[in-house]
């Protein structure tokens, strides 16, 4: 069946950029059939939605998420890094259970959707067998959105990792008509190395695994404090190289790596990322809430390299909507740079959609609205206090709305959103799914020995990680 979205500004985000006022966009099944200026509109084309007085972008691309994040919000608030991994992420993760991936899985996918976004990367920190990735893809399915689900290897044993990583590759690698897809976490940080949760032999190994499949590596690299006590700078210093001189030396540094945070590169490292096609995954308000320094984005971007935008997991920060971290780009840069223009809106939508497809590979199928690409639209309202009079739709768009302002949202050309509520889950369900990871979340601090509150005080003095 067709469906013609007609009568709001339509944003493309083609190769040139291209802006149809009252435009349209016609959806024939799973795939979008046509995009057009007003009055060429198709006769009699079936279903209609009226986008007058709204705005009409790609669905979101959040290339880096921690969906099961989701149940400890909060609870990260004034740790450096290295104090939030010691003390929540390492307790938090090894307590994890089938079930609590499941639930958080499942509040993740339903925040994401009702905020605008139809694909996020999922990069795993904690240790997935085959039933924790049941688990954590089974609500990603039922939702209706893609995920590319990030399957981290570890070095122990390294043979037994490498088998189980190409086994989830090959039962979910397309599953749910396509809208899953895996990859690898490679850690190659310094302080994971440091750790020994990564070596030289699995870095190579699995880029030769990923290189074979075809398939993107994500990797948190040069984050954290910058300090010379227990943060990124400590082991630069220690170690002699770079996270990106790192990658280089071993010959592995291409097209393949997703590179997320990159908060710290030298002048040099941008001449590596760029030179190989690896791609960036900026979390702005995440790194901002860690105090972690801001990521010169304008500076990547001067230099060829793509950045896209990610939300990190909820207990970094406390929210995946992509219409905040299009509005946090914008604005950091613009204060590092002093330059009110170092980042347009143009650009921050582009880093959420088309170079967010092209972090996670997907950018022939989703990424823009231009003919032959899959269905995934949102549509925005403007005609509300929080826009006000519309002057500039995408101004308004990235500094005025929130996610939850989203009208209309498909993915493959389903309906995850319409007229504002979610298309599959009604207000009673949405009542469970939360109340579920409640009950999950209390739990699992309860086994972790994790407190649901610390003074800040208490936070400030907290043991690091070295």
């Known amino acids: 069946?067709?469906?013609?979205?007609?009568?709001?500004?339509?944003h493309t985000v083609d190769r040139d950029g291209t802006v149809l006022p009252g435009g349209w966009v016609l959806v024939e099944g799973s795939r979008i059939a046509g995009v057009?200026?007003?009055?060429?509109?198709?006769?009699?084309?079936?279903?209609?939605?009226?986008?007058?007085?709204?705005?009409?972008?790609?669905?979101?691309?959040?290339t880096h998420q921690h969906p099961w994040y989701c149940l400890f919000k909060g609870l990260g608030s004034g740790m450096r890094l290295e104090q939030w991994i010691q003390n929540?992420?390492?307790?938090?993760?090894?307590?994890?259970?089938?079930?609590?991936?499941?639930?958080?899985?499942?509040?993740?996918?339903l925040e994401m959707v009702a905020s605008g976004s139809t694909t996020c990367l999922n990069h795993s920190v904690s240790s997935l067998d085959e039933e924790g990735v049941e688990a954590t893809l089974?609500?990603?399915?039922?939702?209706?959105?893609?995920?590319?689900?990030?399957?981290?290897?570890?070095?122990?044993?390294?043979?037994?990792?490498?088998a189980l990583a190409e086994a989830v590759h090959a039962r979910w690698h397309g599953a749910a008509g396509?809208?899953?897809?895996?990859?690898?976490?490679?850690?190659?940080?310094?302080?994971?190395?440091?750790?020994?949760?990564?070596?030289?032999?699995?870095?190579q190994r699995g880029h030769e695994l990923a290189t074979r499949l075809g398939v993107r590596i994500s990797s948190h690299v040069a984050g954290g404090t910058m300090s010379r006590d227990q943060g990124y700078l400590r082991f630069v210093s220690e170690m002699g190289r770079t996270d990106f001189e790192f990658l280089h030396r071993l010959g592995v540094l291409d097209e393949a790596w997703l590179l997320a945070h990159a908060i710290y590169p030298r002048d040099r490292d941008l001449e590596l990322i760029a030179a190989s096609g690896a791609t960036v995954s900026h979390?702005?308000?995440?790194?901002s809430s860690r105090g972690a320094g801001i990521t010169p984005v304008r500076r990547m971007l001067d230099a060829g390299i793509t950045v896209s935008l990610g939300s990190d997991g909820p207990m970094v920060d406390t929210s995946v909507d992509m219409v905040e971290q299009m509005k946090a780009v914008r604005l950091f840069q613009n204060q590092l740079r002093l330059d009110p223009s170092a980042i347009t809106p143009e650009q921050a939508l582009r880093m959420a959609t088309i170079d967010g497809a092209r972090s996670a590979g997907l950018e022939d199928r989703i990424g823009s609205l231009?003919?032959?690409?899959?269905?995934?639209?949102?549509?925005?309202?403007?005609?509300?206090?929080?826009?006000?009079?519309?002057?500039?739709?995408?101004?308004?768009?990235?500094?005025?709305?929130?996610g939850r302002d989203v009208r209309w949202l498909w993915c493959v050309g389903e309906p995850l959103v319409s007229e504002g509520r979610l298309a599959h889950v009604d207000a009673s369900r949405e009542r469970?799914?939360?109340?579920?990871?409640?009950t999950r979340a209390n739990e699992l601090l309860r086994r972790a020995d994790v407190p649901a509150h610390r003074r800040s005080e208490e936070r400030s003095s907290l043991p690091s990680i070295v």
């Open 138 to 162: 089974r609500p990603v399915v039922e939702s209706g959105m893609r995920q590319v689900l990030a399957k981290e290897i570890r070095p122990d044993p390294l043979d037994d990792q490498l």
């Open 283 to 287: 979390c702005p308000t995440s790194e």
């Open 88 to 109: 929540l992420l390492a307790p938090t993760a090894r307590a994890l259970r089938p079930p609590d991936l499941e639930a958080g899985s499942r509040l993740g996918c």
């Open 1 to 10: 069946m067709a469906l013609l979205i007609a009568g709001g500004e339509v």
């Open 178 to 203: 396509g809208r899953i897809a895996i990859a690898f976490v490679i850690e190659a940080t310094a302080h994971w190395v440091a750790m020994g949760t990564c070596s030289e032999a699995l870095v």
């Open 36 to 62: 057009g200026p007003a009055g060429s509109e198709p006769r009699d084309p079936g279903d209609r939605v009226d986008a007058s007085g709204c705005i009409v972008v790609p669905g979101f691309a959040n």
């Open 432 to 438: 469970e799914i939360v109340g579920e990871a409640r």
């Open 370 to 402: 231009e003919q032959g690409k899959e269905a995934d639209i949102a549509v925005f309202d403007l005609e509300q206090p929080a826009s006000g009079v519309c002057h500039d739709a995408l101004g308004l768009l990235v500094h005025s709305l929130r």
